[in-house]
């Protein structure tokens, strides 16, 4: 069964500096991997896919296969990425591709 | 396009009661999932449904929960006879297709049993 395991459950920086949301999957076949954020009072919004391959808010994310991770970086932290970050993978291809399956969550504080 | 919809944002029942969850699609979507959220854990998957049909339900506990996406209104997500175990956040999910299509979350439905 498909695991997605994000091992720090709470992220301090200071702004400005560099931040890394690690995020970490156990799947047999090819997932594809995706990261959502929930900012405070909002709803779970997609932040960026790996299918992609783009930059949403200065974040980026390298599906590493070999090392089975796919983290979440940002060079420069900005205090309003202070959220909640998921890290979720479904089936690629064919089949259930619509079940995300998601990881416990990473709250990042960035503080002024 | 107000988005997802989902109502009551706050639930409270007692144990033995049943709690109903709605959810409302964004406009144009035919496709719903619902996911649970208990605490300190991330979400699950429970159900797939379309329009009168459920696609996948292999997430759901066999007993007491049941979804329906009917031809016309919301999608409710049912718990019977509800338990404090249930007690979670309740999130709704919809999209255009299926197959690797942005799914748009709900606020969600946080039911607290007692």
């Known amino acids: 069964a498909q695991r997605v395991t994000q091992p720090e459950k709470l992220l301090s920086v200071f702004k400005g500096a560099p931040v890394e949301l690690k995020c970490n999957y156990s799947?047999?076949?090819?997932?594809?991997l995706f990261w959502y954020v929930q900012y405070s009072r909002q709803r779970l919004q997609l932040l960026l896919r790996h299918i992609s391959r783009e930059s949403i808010k200065g974040f980026t994310a390298d599906l590493n296969k070999g090392e089975t991770s796919f983290h979440l970086k940002k060079p420069f932290a900005q205090e309003e990425d202070s959220a909640m970050y998921y890290c979720a993978l479904t089936e690629g291809g064919g089949g259930s591709n619509y079940k995300l399956t998601f990881g416990k969550g990473t709250l990042l504080t960035v503080n002024p | 396009n107000a988005g997802v919809m989902q109502n009551p944002r706050h639930l409270v029942r007692r144990r033995g009661q049943e709690a109903r969850l709605r959810c409302s699609p964004m406009?144009?979507?035919?496709?719903v999932y619902w996911y649970r959220q208990l605490p300190e854990e991330g979400l699950k998957f429970m159900v797939y449904l379309q329009k009168e049909n459920i696609i996948d339900e292999s997430g759901m506990p066999k007993e007491r929960f049941s979804a329906e996406f009917p031809k016309e209104g919301p999608s409710i997500l049912r718990i019977q006879q509800v338990v404090r175990g249930d007690s979670a956040a309740y999130f709704c999910?919809?999209?255009?297709?299926?197959?690797?299509?942005?799914?748009?979350f709900g606020p969600g439905t946080r039911l607290t049993v007692l």
């Open positions: 799947y047999s076949g090819s997932p594809e």
């Open positions: 406009k144009g979507h035919s496709h």
């Open positions: 999910a919809s999209s255009p297709q299926a197959s690797r299509d942005t799914q748009y």
